[in-house]
């Protein structure tokens, strides 16, 4: 019962999920604030936790941030592997939450997973935001290979070397436990994306998605890459496109929602109050 | 760790002796450099000189072939990509060069990379293919490949368990029953599968394995041999003695050919030689071939979370640029010495474990082609023989396939198969026959009906 699985977390950020099922999948989402309601999607880091940014986000919306299918508490469906999947999966979660028009929030994977709901469900989203998104097709970038950091190399890709200041906040059960949650997350993300690591339909599909959209980049990403945000916003028929700069002048990382949650909510804050036309307080 | 007993028969089937001889291809950057790449999967090709190239895999094929003439029982080929860690990335490919080049010697293609097929129906026709060149000389491994190769060919880890599992039962189905049939399953779709040629004898199947419990029980009900990965030997005789057992929970006692594992061997006049002339390439190996790090060697979803608790837990940080050659030895990763050393060595190796089979790997190919050839020759003279009494190898006795001279292709020849026929005056006419004048080719007359198919 899940009581007893949260009993021992202690963690920076934990706190115990609500759950639903979901076709047969005991999904654990997160919820709080008040105003507009923003689906919060994650990306391939963050889990089990109420980030900073929730938080910061919880300030101007109703915030729900569910775990995906094979990620955090969520566990997989029993024969998931494509993104019509968690499409699915998601038109069921926000039935069953009784979720209307909404705003979308993603990051990496889960900026991925928003466009995707966005294409399927046209008119469904009052308007969608992409935080260092990948999932396009990019010929000529140089290859960073997601999936082959060594385990004590990754947090400083993640974070432009400035690991130190944040890895205490993201370390969970710690040691060894934390890189073994990783790799089966890892796993959940190889069945979407380990071979093409794009949607070459995206490049056609995206025009689907005509509601306001926000691009916001890193200055410097060494997970995606520098060139991913700026074709998505390319491909969107109604979007803005936003770096956010990095801390004391030093170039904005792929973490950037862990290192700078405030510039990011404050960013989204402003644009679906600039580009929605009523505001609720 | 304690080494357990061998629960295997005790048996006068004299031991099988597989041998390889690897193509590495040696001149890349020392691993242990900062900004070293992987052997596995991202070592620049701009290091490879076709003429060194030529050299090294030239040096594995004829080393092969020479093993038939010293009296081994297999030559065994491994597969490798993307990297300098061995020349044959095709091993069927090469296979069809030993099953030209050899007539007895029995041919280890272990093996080909079944996610790396379409399908295994392509798989599949190229191991009839090449069984019916040798005359039924093909023995076949199936590995999942190296957690590297997945990153380096671009199959997806977090599948290819069920896609290898689902890819080895159709397989031996379209080796072994008769199409066209259909097979639907979760990873393969087939309207037709219907394999011709067939092979020309039944396939020896091996599977290398770390010896999950999953994989072991595959091996035993399909009479499998199982080759263990593993490097430990206390561990190494706990998954065969697992699988032995598993074995007779189908209800048969195993082969003991059907345990097997690789031993690298190198003999030379006396151990002090044999250490002075190897013993350089051994640490190479071990400082840079069998070095990776673990996201490499197990990217997600490869193994389960059971299993990468037990390999993060258990020091896989180990410093292999540590390694010297009494670490090699002492943990018996390699047997090397005089003859009596090496045949002491594997007659241990042979009542610790129970194997029947032995992979004996002579060089990765970092030896030097004077130094292959020497220890492959004084192996040959020295140490086969002790465990050769009656002084002939094994495939003398063992079952012969296929045919060797024309009287033996007529006397085996299937006669109940159609006669290839064509329409003429009124009658079924045997093509072959017509070309003879004066032989009456009529089969039957024709009226236009269907004979029956054989189904």
Redesign the interface.
């Given at each position: 019962m899940p009581d007893e699985k949260f009993a021992d977390r202690s963690w920076p950020y934990w706190t115990v999920p609500s759950t639903v099922d979901i076709e047969g999948v005991t999904t654990a989402y997160r919820r709080k604030g008040q105003g507009e309601t923003a689906i919060y999607l994650h990306g391939e880091k963050g889990t089990r936790a109420w980030l900073p940014l929730h938080e910061a986000l919880a300030e101007t919306f109703d915030v729900i941030a569910p775990e995906h299918p094979g990620y955090g508490d969520t566990e997989r469906h029993p024969d998931q592997s494509d993104f019509v999947d968690l499409v699915l999966h998601y038109d069921a979660f926000l039935r069953a939450l009784d979720v209307e028009r909404p705003h979308l929030i993603g990051t990496s994977l889960g900026a991925w997973i928003a466009v995707n709901l966005a294409i399927h469900f046209p008119g469904r989203f009052a308007s969608i935001t992409l935080i260092t998104p990948h999932g396009v097709r990019i010929v000529d970038d140089e290859f960073i290979d997601m999936f082959r950091f060594p385990y004590e190399e990754e947090a400083a890709a993640l974070f432009n070397d400035r690991e130190d200041r944040v890895a205490g906040e993201l370390e969970q059960e710690g040691g060894v436990e934390d890189i073994l949650t990783g790799i089966a997350e890892n796993a959940t993300a190889a069945l979407l994306y380990w071979n093409p690591r794009y949607d070459i339909k995206l490049d056609r599909r995206l025009q689907r998605v005509s509601i306001p959209s926000l691009v916001i980049a890193a200055e410097d990403d060494r997970i995606v890459g520098n060139r991913q945000a700026a074709r998505y916003a390319e491909l969107l028929p109604n979007s803005s496109y936003l770096e956010i700069p990095g801390p004391d002048g030093a170039p904005s990382s792929h973490g950037v929602i862990f290192e700078q949650p405030h510039e990011i909510a404050q960013a989204i804050t402003r644009f679906t109050a600039a580009s929605t036309p009523t505001h609720v307080a | 760790m304690d080494i357990p007993a061998s629960n295997a028969v005790p048996t006068d089937k004299p031991v099988e002796f597989f041998a390889m001889a690897e193509s590495a291809y040696p001149n890349i950057p020392y691993s242990g450099q900062k900004k070293s790449k992987s052997i596995y999967?991202d070592m620049p090709n701009g290091y490879f000189d076709p003429i060194q190239g030529q050299r090294n895999l030239e040096t594995e094929m004829e080393t092969l072939v020479s093993f038939e003439k010293h009296g081994f029982d297999g030559a065994m080929l491994t597969e490798q990509h993307n990297g300098p860690i061995g020349g044959t990335p095709s091993v069927l490919a090469a296979a069809s060069y030993l099953a030209a080049k050899t007539e007895r010697i029995k041919i280890v293609a272990a093996g080909p990379l079944m996610n790396a097929y379409q399908s295994p129906i392509r798989l599949a026709e190229e191991i009839a293919l090449i069984d019916t060149l040798s005359r039924g000389r093909l023995v076949v491994g199936l590995p999942m490949g190296l957690g590297q190769q997945y990153?380096g060919l671009?199959?997806?880890?977090?599948?290819a368990r069920e896609r290898h599992a689902e890819g080895v039962e159709l397989l031996i189905k379209a080796l072994s029953q008769p199409g066209p049939f259909t097979w639907r399953g979760k990873y393969f779709n087939h309207n037709y599968v219907n394999v011709w040629p067939q092979p020309a004898h039944p396939i020896e199947f091996i599977l290398p394995s770390g010896g999950s419990i999953e994989t072991l029980g595959v091996a035993a009900k399909y009479r499998f041999a199982y080759q263990s990965v593993l490097s430990q030997r206390g561990m190494l005789v706990s998954t065969f003695n697992t699988f032995r057992d598993l074995c007779r929970k189908e209800g048969y006692e195993p082969d003991p050919r059907q345990s097997t594992f690789v031993v690298e061997v190198h003999v030379a006049e006396t151990d002090e030689i044999a250490r002075q002339e190897a013993g350089a390439t051994y640490v190479w190996n071990y400082q840079n071939w069998f070095r990776a790090?673990?996201?490499?060697s197990?990217?997600?979803?490869y193994t389960s979370?059971r299993s990468?608790?037990g390999i993060?837990?258990g020091n896989y940080q180990i410093g292999m640029e540590k390694i010297t050659l009494q670490d090699i030895i002492d943990n018996k990763w390699a047997i090397i010495g005089s003859p009596e050393t090496v045949t002491a060595g594997l007659e241990e190796v042979i009542r610790e474990t129970g194997i029947g089979r032995v992979m004996l790997n002579f060089s990765t190919g970092i030896k030097p082609r004077w130094m292959l050839q020497k220890t492959v020759g004084l192996f040959a003279e020295q140490v086969l023989p002790k465990f050769r009494p009656a002084g002939v190898p094994l495939s003398d006795t063992d079952p012969r396939y296929g045919y060797r001279t024309t009287l033996e292709y007529q006397a085996k020849r299937r006669k109940d198969v159609p006669a290839p026929s064509i329409l003429r005056d009124g009658y079924l006419q045997d093509v072959h026959k017509l070309a003879s004048p004066g032989v009456d080719a009529r089969i039957r007359p024709w009226k236009g009906d269907d004979e029956e198919i054989i189904a």
């Open positions: - | 999967v990153h671009g199959m997806n880890p977090a599948t790090h673990a996201a490499d197990y990217p997600p979803g979370a990468m608790r993060l837990g």
